[in-house]
């Protein structure tokens, strides 16, 4: 019964092994942490000059 | 038939040579980082150096010997050998040809070392004129330069042999990396070369009374960046395809690999104005093309984040993991031929961030010349760089030395590589954020007549040196593991991982080992970034400088 329950609850999604999702998230971390160091340090130059 | 030459391990006679290499390379490691910590003691404040030791003199050994020496000596051991796996065991000549090179560096690096230790030539590694060192000190580079060029031949030569073997087919990956990181080297010291022969050495002779200043630190630059990828892209070697073998999965794609080494190639060299930035007497103009030419590099760089973490997302995968970065956790943290790469890989990601503020002409002057630069390349060359080179030894000095890396080693390997993640923390972060309150690189301790700015230096030098005491106990594991693997590991089979492509049916295009279409626009590109302010610096020069001298005599 309740294993029944689970099932319709989840979608059954089968996660395709070739799957780069993760890869795609990284990068735009990875980007996102680019532009906010440069960002921060880029007001200390408005602050100072 | 022909392509039989490759055999799974590297002939013993190539792994002698290579293996000198690295006796020179972990000599330079172990004096190097003990003139580190001396550094970061003094800069504390809390210490003095004996006997009448200059600082300035400790640093010009350590830039020497941790930026110029372990740094070449290993990359051309590793190269050498990479190259020896999979094009095929060196051709007698090619292996006299790289033993004459071993000799000559070697030789020139005891000649500038010599130099040093006399008080005659603490000039920093960079030799900026008008600093002026005694003229054995420049012999001594010029050297160390044209050793690495016949170390470089060798290598050319059996790269040579496989083409000619192999007509129509791609090169074997590493090598063809090698080769590209060679050739880029040969291009980039000939401004090095330049300005030691017809400036430094001349005017260091007496020959001359006075020097060119700013042309001299042009042909330096037109060297130093290149020289910085120089160092990084043997690592890169490693990250693209040796890595994705050691973990078990495979390389993400063989010609983007290719690709971005060649772009490493044509945009590493015309770009050496963004460390000029705030020199005068260059044209603001040619200063702005070299900056757009450096924004370039983002694009391999950005290529090769992208498929490392494709390499691993799909070997993960390939294990069941699920979810957004449930492979992450799957990947072998056990196998200190990964984490301790990867602790380089993921420094990369502050060290690259760094390098684009520095390259951004506004905000080079927020950290120009402050210790900020210091903290940046302690990241770059002396963590991502280092911890790769590092992660190598681990199997490439068992495997040429004919022993094994065993369990308790493999463990010592990672306590290493943690070792040095948390004493750069300390050191590097400290670096950064003093530098961005604009305390001054390459100075001993001052207070500089108790001004208040550098009374908030002086907590960030204090976790310098608790930073560089921990390194330098990483330092000791380092020197330990890497006795232990080439004198007293227990004799067996290592394995030398190379990687294949996940695609096999992929062939990397031919126009790839194009070597005259590439070292054309390589050079096109030069001629275009250079010839014209070069030509400007040289007519609208100053009067030539006569030679300073800073640092007393012993
Ligand atoms: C025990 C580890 C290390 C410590 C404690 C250390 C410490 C330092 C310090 C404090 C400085 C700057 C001093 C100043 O600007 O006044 C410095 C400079 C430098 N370090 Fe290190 N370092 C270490 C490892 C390395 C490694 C592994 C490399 C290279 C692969 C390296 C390359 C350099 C270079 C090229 C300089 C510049 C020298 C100059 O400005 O002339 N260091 N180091
Ligand atoms: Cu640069």
Same mark, same amino acid.
């Given at each position: ?15 395709? $092994?070739? $799957? ?5 998230? $990284?990068v735009?971390?990875l980007g996102?942490f680019l ?15 | ?31 190097? !980082?003990? /003139? ?64 004459? =090179?071993?000799?000559? /560096? ?24 008008? #600093? ?6 420049? *012999? ?30 791609? +090169?074997? *990956? #590493? ?8 050739? /880029? ?33 042009? #042909? ?6 290149? #020289?910085v990828y120089?160092?990084l892209l043997?690592a890169y /070697?490693?990250w693209y ?15 983007l690999a290719?690709l971005s080494f060649?772009l490493f190639?044509?945009f590493s ?25 450096t924004f370039m590099v983002i694009i391999p760089s950005l290529m090769t984040a992208f498929s490392l973490f ?12 699920? =979810? ?21 890989m993921?420094?990369f990601i502050?060290a690259g961030a760094g390098g684009i503020?520095?390259a951004? &002409? ?18 770059t060359?002396?963590?991502s ?24 080693? &493999? ?16 050191? +590097? ?84 080992? &194009?070597?005259?279409?590439? *070292? ?23 009067? !030539?400088?006569? !030679?300073?001298?800073?640092?007393? +005599?012993?």
């Open positions: 019964m309740a294993k029944a329950e689970l099932k319709t609850n989840k979608k059954t999604e089968i996660e395709d $092994s070739s $799957s780069l999702k993760g890869t795609l998230a $990284s735009f971390f996102i532009v906010v160091t440069w960002v921060s340090v880029y007001f200390l130059f408005l602050d100072r000059f | 038939m022909s392509s039989q030459t490759t055999k799974l391990k590297v002939d013993p006679r190539d792994g002698k040579l290579a293996m000198a290499h690295f006796y020179v390379a972990f000599i330079a490691l172990a004096l190097g !980082g003990l /003139m580190g910590l001396l550094q970061t003691l003094v800069r504390s404040g809390k210490f003095e150096l004996p006997w009448g030791i200059d600082y300035y003199q400790v640093l010009t050994v350590h830039g020497v010997l941790m930026g110029l020496v372990l740094t070449t000596f290993f990359i051309m051991g590793f190269q050498y050998a990479a190259i020896s796996r999979t094009a095929g065991t060196h051709s007698p000549a090619a292996r006299r040809i790289g033993w004459i =090179g071993f000799w000559v /560096m070697t030789i020139g690096t005891i000649m500038a070392a010599t130099m040093v230790l006399l008080k005659e030539a603490s000039v920093l590694y960079t030799f900026y004129a008008p #600093l002026k060192a005694h003229w054995i000190f420049y *012999l001594g580079m010029t050297f160390v330069v044209v050793g690495s060029w016949l170390d470089g031949a060798a290598q050319i030569m059996t790269y040579a042999r496989w083409r000619k073997e192999n007509p129509g087919k791609p +090169s074997p *990956l #590493l090598s063809f990396m090698a080769i590209i990181n060679t050739v /880029m080297w040969i291009v980039a010291t000939l401004g090095v070369a330049s300005t030691v022969l017809f400036q430094l050495l001349p005017w260091s002779l007496g020959l001359v009374d006075t020097v060119d200043v700013l042309v001299s630190r042009t #042909l330096f630059w037109y060297f130093g960046h290149p #020289l120089f160092w043997p /070697m490693c395809a040796i890595i994705p073998k050691i973990i078990g999965g495979k390389i993400f794609s063989d010609s290719r060649i190639l044509l060299i015309p770009v050496g104005f963004h460390h000029q930035l705030t020199e005068p007497g260059i044209d603001p103009a040619w200063k702005f093309l070299q900056v757009v030419l494709a390499t691993f997302e799909r070997y993960g995968r390939s294990k069941g993991a699920t =979810g957004l970065f449930g492979w992450f956790k799957v990947l072998p943290w056990k196998d200190a031929r990964f984490t301790v790469p990867f602790i380089g993921a420094s502050p503020i520095n951004s &002409n506004q905000m080079n002057q927020v950290v120009h010349n402050t210790i900020w630069v210091t903290g940046h390349f302690h990241l060359a002396a963590t760089v280092v911890l790769t080179f590092f992660g190598i030894t681990f199997w490439l000095v068992p495997h040429l030395t004919g022993r094994k890396l065993t369990k308790a080693m &493999n463990k010592l390997a990672i306590i290493q590589g943690w070792v040095w993640f948390i004493g750069m923390a300390f050191m +590097s972060g400290a670096m950064h954020f003093q530098g961005l309150l604009g305390g001054p690189r390459r100075s001993a301790f001052s207070t500089y007549g108790d001004s208040a700015q550098a009374a908030e230096w002086i907590p960030y030098q204090i976790a310098q040196a608790v930073g560089g005491s921990i390194l330098f106990l990483g330092i000791i594991l380092m020197l330990i593991i890497f006795v232990n693997l080439a004198f007293f590991a227990p004799k067996g089979e290592e394995e030398f991982p190379v990687g294949e492509a996940e695609n096999l049916e992929e062939k990397a295009p031919m126009i790839f080992e &194009n070597w005259k279409l590439w *070292l054309g626009i390589t050079a096109l590109l030069i001629l275009f970034a250079y010839t014209i302010p070069f030509i400007d610096i040289i007519q609208n020069a100053p009067p !030539g400088s006569p !030679g300073f001298k800073t640092w007393g +005599s012993w």
